[in-house]
């Protein structure tokens, strides 16, 4: 049973990238197996450099001033590399050693970290390319703070490499979510990891761990979540397998 909860929150104008990201680097990469035994996802190299590394430049070249990392598998050896690698933003743990929360859960726990303004997640195995501009740019431009509440990067799901998935989300002609894919059938469009939220989903949100779903279906069943389609490339590495195939198509540049 959900409890009424809420988080004040500061109104803004939109146009800009938000100064605070919450990276997601919390879960258990089970599907990496055997490379996470030792060492969590967030730490696999790709093409030379940690999946969080790949991140932390992307952050930095938009201009992001702050990150909440969650930390939960081998939680102190993500921690070392924030402090000894990451240079440049200022970096907060959100701790979730006793209890991993999920994404969604993730998120209320760092609530206080976040702040009262738009904030950006990032999944920390995510790996991007941008196209003719900034991707993270591109959605601070894009954010309407008046009618959006999510806005998500999304990539067509032909275009969706590594991907084994039938997609995430169906869009209108103006970028608005109209759904999520239904079971069974395919859509258009698979979420890359990457999202603006306004603070205002942060809200009634039940006890333990839960999806950001939750707080997705809210969004878009009040006509204020919407997507914008990455111009660039876009890997899902998931599994030991696709780090070679990422690697290649990145090598053939």
Known sequence: MSTKRTLAIRPDPGGTVPETAMVMAAGLGKRMRPLTATRPKPLIEVAGKTLIDHVFARLRSAGVKRAVVNVHYLADALEAHLANRV????????????????????????????????????????????????????????WDDAKMDALLLVVPLSQAHNH?????FHLAPDGRIIKRRQPGRPAPFVYTGV????????????????????????????????????????FDVGTPGAIAKTEAILADG
Do not use: C
């Open 87 to 142: 240079k440049g933003i200022e970096i907060l743990v959100s701790d979730e050693r006793a209890r991993l929360m999920e994404t969604g859960g993730g998120i209320v726990k760092a609530r206080e970290l976040i702040g009262d303004k738009p904030f950006l997640v990032v999944n920390s195995d995510n790996l991007w390319i941008d196209g003719p501009a900034d991707a993270i740019r591109l959605l601070g431009a894009r």
């Open 195 to 234: 999202q603006i939220l306004s603070p205002r989903v942060i809200a009634d949100w039940p006890e333990g761990p839960f999806s950001t779903n939750l707080f997705w279906d809210r969004a878009i069943a009040a006509g204020r979540a919407y997507g914008l389609v990455h111009q660039g490339l876009w």
């Open 164 to 168: 084994g998935g039938q997609g995430d």
